[in-house]
């Protein structure tokens, strides 16, 4: 269909559309990209981070839950603009017959389907939930990303993958950019502590993504950047992967900017996040945050994010103790689970005893590997 020279809702159905003859992972990342360059901009002034989520729109796309309509939303869009009905009920009809929960359900055989609508069990109706690999995103920077996907280009056959990616790490960037102007000209407008962090996002802005972060605020607005654009999902092993920045940063503005993250998490309704945990050859592999994290939790007895921590042989003495406090003030959290059973359960499915002491829990409790897979 080819719409109206003025449409300019749904940017991610859009993009999509753009080329027809493209494969779905490049129209995926087209339809990001549209995402990122048209998307309203959000900064909370009381926690002091930048993003707004792809969940404002009647078609988004995230790594956890792939394509998803919203169906509620694309009919107050033509409530509002009557004009442009017929472009968005092309835009209805033809993503709900490629929604990813739609073709979940169409996987189904009979018995399944029998035994999903009778509530005998529950395999999810949509993607599902997931955990990107935030700790080379930090480290790395879209620019260092692109560098490996150039080593790989000269080897794999397969230029149209490689071109989905880059224009998904160009939408990353996209977004960046337009939030470094978004927070300096929202800076003109504020004083005081207002101002100076606007400024400080600003400034952030200017090097992330495309940069590695460089302190702990950088690396929490360049996760947060990201995270809010993938649908609020699960932040996995936050401990493992902001520990770097976190000491070499300041240690009373670094618990501000934790603090502050934890109440995005509360007001976001964040799903998982989990802490602690060993490595494959069992050394234990808690840090200073893994206890600033419990602390905050005991702080703010929040309900969310679902905090969930690893254990094993050789969990030290004082974690066990500062758990247990968190635990006792009733807020249930910890969810303790115990790598000892984890990991060889794991490697029994033939995962790599490296890999499987990566995983984290996305959603309520589901199991995945860090960044290495999508357990739905």
């Given at each position: ?10 940017p ?6 753009s080329?027809e ?9 087209r ?19 930048a ?8 078609v ?11 169906h ?32 979940i ?40 990303i692109?560098r ?5 280009k ?8 490689y ?7 160009d ?32 400034n ?9 972060a ?15 654009f ?12 902001l ?7 300041d240690k009373?503005d ?29 050394n ?11 602390d905050?939790?005991e ?5 969310t994010p ?12 004082d ?12 807020i249930?959290m ?5 790598d ?37």
């Amino acid at each position: 269909m080819k719409f109206s020279e003025n449409f300019r809702l749904e940017p991610f159905a859009r993009f999509y559309l753009s080329d027809e003859n493209a494969s779905a992972g490049l129209k995926i990342a087209r339809g990001m990209y549209g995402s990122a360059s048209e998307l309203p901009l959000y900064i909370d002034e009381e926690i002091g981070l930048a993003g707004n989520g792809i969940e404002n729109q009647g078609v988004y796309y995230s790594f956890g839950g792939g394509i998803t309509v919203n169906h509620g939303r694309i009919e107050r869009e033509i409530e509002e603009n009557p004009s442009y009905k017929s472009e968005l009920e092309y835009i209805k009809q033809y993503f709900s017959e490629i929604e990813t929960g739609h073709l979940i359900n169409l996987s189904h055989s009979e018995s399944e389907t029998l035994a999903a609508q009778s509530n005998a069990c529950w395999g999810g109706g949509w993607g599902g939930h997931s955990n990107p690999d935030y700790d080379m995103l930090l480290h790395f920077g879209t620019d260092g990303i692109r560098r490996k996907i150039n080593e790989y280009k000269s080897i794999n056959n397969v230029p149209e993958f490689y071109l989905g990616l880059e224009t998904a790490l160009d939408a990353l960037d996209k977004l960046g950019e337009r939030y470094a102007d978004y927070a300096e000209k929202m800076a003109e407008n504020a004083s005081g502590k207002i101002k100076e962090r606007y400024l400080r996002i600003s400034n952030a802005m200017r090097i992330i993504p495309k940069n590695p972060a460089y302190d702990f605020f950088s690396a929490v607005q360049m996760f947060w950047l990201v995270f809010r654009f993938d649908g609020i999902d699960s932040p996995g092993r936050l401990d493992q992967f902001l520990i770097d920045y976190y000491v070499n940063s300041d240690k009373a503005d670094s618990r501000e900017i934790l603090e502050n993250l934890w109440l995005a998490f509360y007001k976001t309704r964040t799903w998982n996040l989990c802490i602690g945990g060993s490595d494959e050859n069992w050394n234990d592999v808690s840090n200073e945050l893994t206890y600033e994290i419990l602390d905050i939790a005991e702080k703010f007895k929040f309900n969310t994010p679902n905090l969930t921590m690893r254990v094993h042989r050789n969990t030290p003495d004082d974690l066990w103790k500062k758990a247990s406090e968190v635990i006792s003030t009733g807020i249930g959290m910890p969810a303790l689970y115990n790598d000892e059973v984890m990991c060889p359960a794991l490697e029994d499915l033939g995962i790599p005893s490296a890999d499987s002491h990566l995983y984290c829990m996305n959603g309520c409790n589901q199991v995945d590997i860090m960044g290495k897979s999508h357990g739905s």
